[in-house]
């Protein structure tokens, strides 16, 4: 990589690296940038030089590697070690329906290079780590979270933070998504604003609580264009801004967010390291069964659990002692529900603990089990002793027992 010196000596910064020519068939194609004053032949090539690293190929990742790519950003690099299923197809749109069960690093190389061939792809077909993500981000210039977990969250602004590199928060839940641009131009980092994780399962992640699909495509776009903005030196960015959008009302807010000096990650007591992230977020060390590894763990605390072999055949023998308790939403048991189950929302649990025997064995489940966990913790804190979690949810009884029941 060549980079030049300014005439007072100090060493240059990326932005000031170097910048590569534009072919022909480039001129063409970047020509509605060409003709925009901000951007112009320098900026164009700018965003050529630049190398931007998106961790996550899913919701948020779609529209930023669409676009990154249509606006000819020179190398992308992708992080991601999940496979195309057809639960993503309604906003991931990196991927199509001949995907699904390709590695979504595969789909979205494709796709990028459809889009624009003149990309470079790098790809880490893996999960994004403390003991690899300095290695990882170090070789770019920006980096994108499109992740869905806190684990990776706090990991990427944390590395963002040791390695002094900016940091294009998105997130996304149900009809709401934030962005912002953190540690950048002195201002804050992820971590001021949000010093630690919720409890862990606290939150439920998107593939507990839902999303609406076009939402990714608003938030990444958002990001996208922070992303090509800080590339480009221009306008203003949301560095100390966290933008707040609520496509419900379609309303859009800024809150000011400062510096905070007490930081555990910019501040003065700064980080010198990476922690374990996992553990920090209360997540199990192995991935969940949503393939996400993320706040949907059981947490610290023990949960006993039933497999679902050993409940289908506990069920088979009109095993009279089980009280099957679906703890899912109204909604949801439409959707797909064990034979034999009854229905006790989780948020109803409290009310309902007088109609659990707790003579009997009490089984609950959810979706992928981690509502149908903190419903067993619920129990037991009322005293209940005889209670197991159907490991895996409706998403294991399905693979393991009964492919009748949708898995959503
Ligand atoms: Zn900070």
Same mark, same amino acid.
């Given at each position: ?14 932005? *000031?690296?170097?910048?590569? &020519? ?25 965003? %050529? ?14 529209? @930023? ?19 195309? &299923? ?38 880490? /077909? ?8 300095? *290695? ?51 201002? +804050?980092?992820?971590?001021? $604003?949000?010093? *630690?994780? +919720?409890?862990?399962? $606290?939150? +439920?992640?998107?593939? *507990? ?16 264009? /922070? ?20 496509? @419900? ?16 990650? =910019? ?13 920090? =977020?209360? #997540? ?61 929302? $989780? ?18 489940? =959810? ?12 129990? %037991?804190?009322?005293?209940? %002793? ?13 693979? /393991? #027992? &009964? ?6």
């Amino acid at each position: 990589m060549t980079y030049f010196h300014g005439t007072d000596g100090a060493a240059a910064t990326a932005t *000031e690296r170097e910048l590569p &020519d534009l072919s022909r068939d480039e001129i063409q194609r970047y020509s509605r940038h060409l003709i925009l004053p901000d951007v112009a032949l320098d900026g164009q090539r700018r965003l %050529k030089a630049a190398r931007v690293l998106l961790v996550g190929a899913g919701g948020l990742g779609s529209p @930023l590697g669409l676009y990154l790519a249509a606006a000819g950003i020179g190398t992308i690099g992708l992080v991601d070690f999940d496979v195309v &299923d057809l639960t993503n197809l309604q906003r991931q749109l990196l991927h199509g329906t001949k995907d699904v069960g390709r590695p979504k690093l595969d789909s979205a190389r494709d796709r990028i290079a459809d889009v624009n061939p003149h990309v470079h792809v790098e790809s880490y /077909e893996t999960r994004l780590t403390s003991a690899n993500a300095l *290695e990882i981000l170090e070789p770019y210039d920006v980096v994108i979270d499109g992740t869905d977990n806190f684990a990776t969250r706090y990991l990427v602004n944390d590395a963002c933070v040791l390695l002094g590199k900016p940091n294009v928060y998105g997130s996304i839940f149900r009809f709401e998504g934030q962005a912002s641009l953190f540690a950048d131009a002195n201002g +804050p980092c992820y971590r001021c $604003l949000f010093r *630690e994780p +919720p409890p862990a399962g $606290l939150v +439920p992640s998107c593939a *507990e609580g839902g999303v609406l699909g076009v939402l990714p495509g608003l938030v990444g776009t958002i990001q996208a264009t /922070e992303a090509i903005k800080r590339i480009l030196g221009i306008g203003e960015t949301l560095v100390g801004r966290l933008l707040l959008v609520d496509a @419900l009302t379609m309303r859009f807010r800024t809150v000011n967010v400062r510096r905070n000096p007490a930081c555990p990650a =910019c501040g003065t007591r700064a980080l010198r390291e990476l922690i374990d992230y996992d553990a920090f =977020c209360g #997540v199990a060390a192995h991935p969940n069964v949503d393939g996400h590894g993320t706040n949907g763990g059981n947490g610290r605390q023990e949960v006993p659990e039933i497999g679902p072999r050993e409940l289908a055949r506990r069920l088979s023998s009109a095993d009279e002692s089980i009280d099957l308790i679906d703890v899912r939403e109204p909604h949801e048991w439409h959707i797909a529900r064990i034979p034999g189950a009854r229905l006790v929302p $989780l948020g109803n649990l409290d009310q309902a603990l007088t109609t659990i025997d707790a003579g009997r064995d009490t089984i609950v489940y =959810c979706r992928s089990g981690a509502r149908s966990a903190k419903a067993v913790r619920t129990l %037991k804190a009322a005293g209940h %002793k005889r209670v197991w979690n159907l490991a895996g949810g409706v998403l294991r009884w399905s693979d /393991e #027992v &009964d492919p009748t029941v949708a898995k959503y």
